[in-house]
Each structure stands twice: as C-alpha cells, then as structure tokens.
C-alpha cells in the first residue's frame, strides 16, 4: 500500500509526530521557560497529571495488545475494544498522549509547550473523527458504543 495515499492515515500519524516533538522541545523554544520564582506545587502538578496521562495512554496500548497500530485505520481482523481503559474514553491514548503533554507544560512552567498541547489537542480530536468513521465502518457495534462511552474526557466530551 502507498504510505501517500494516505489510505491508513499517515499523514495523520506524521503531523501528530511533528506536533509531539514540538511539545517536548517546548521548554527550549521558550527562553522563558522555568525562570522566576520557583513553583513547586506546579511541577507537582505537572508530574502528577503527566504519569496519570502515561498511565492512561499505556493501559490503551495495553488493551489494543496486537490490534495496536499507529494509524487511524484500524488493522484488518481486529475486533472491537470497548473494555478496560476502552471503557472510560474511547481514545485513551490519545486522551493520554494530552494529558502526558499538559503535564510538561505545567512541569517546565511553559507558555509556548502549553498553546502547543491545545494545539495537539485540537488535532486529535480531528483525527479521532477521521478515526471514528472508519471504526463505525469497521465495527456494526461501534456506534452504540460511541453513544455511551465519551470521547477524550470522562462524562464531559
């Protein structure tokens, strides 16, 4: 299959790896980063919501085990996943990959790191669309699942 036809979503998983490294490299895009008055309760913060978001994105890959692909289209003979961390979003990885990217923007006390963790947001919730029709296509049971299961955050969206 040609990776330019962009038929299992590539060009999705290329803009969320440039979107990715962005994020880590935020703090030393900002000069600003880290200076001032020492905020310990922020890094606190910023670690605990970051390993929450690691925690959450690992126990989406872990469900998926091999049916986990890095693209959006999802792999032939897979079935569909709605338990586990399936059962509280359904993008779990993509809900921690945010979560994990907020917390180092709030660790490193970044303005820049934390407009490109909305921006990375704004671009999941696009892929997960892409993603969701896909799914529906694939899985008869998955439009009964979307309606009871929230999309990125628990009981809101």
């Keep these: 299959m040609n990776w330019w036809r962009n038929r299992r979503g590539e060009g999705y998983?290329?803009?969320q790896a440039v979107l990715m490294a962005l994020v880590a490299a935020g703090p030393w895009i900002d000069p600003g980063t880290g200076s001032g008055d020492a905020a310990p309760w922020l890094l606190a913060a910023g670690c605990v919501v970051?390993?929450?978001g690691v925690a959450l994105a690992s126990a989406g890959a872990w469900a998926l085990g091999r049916k986990l692909t890095p693209f959006p289209h999802p792999r032939e003979?897979?079935?569909l996943?709605?338990?586990?961390a399936?059962?509280?979003?359904?993008?779990?990885?993509y809900a921690g990959l945010f979560l994990a990217a907020l917390g180092w923007a709030l660790a490193w006390r970044s303005p820049i790191t934390l407009v490109l963790t909305i921006i990375l947001l704004a671009f999941l919730d696009i892929k997960s669309r892409r993603e969701e029709r896909w799914l529906v296509e694939a899985f008869p049971a998955y439009a009964d699942y979307r309606r009871r299961v929230k999309k990125l955050v628990p009981f809101v969206y």
Excluded: C, F, K
């Design 13 to 15: 998983v290329a803009v």
């Design 50 to 52: 970051g390993a929450a």
């Design 77 to 79: 003979g897979a079935t």
């Design 81 to 84: 996943v709605a338990s586990g």
């Design 86 to 93: 399936y059962s509280v979003v359904r993008h779990p990885i």
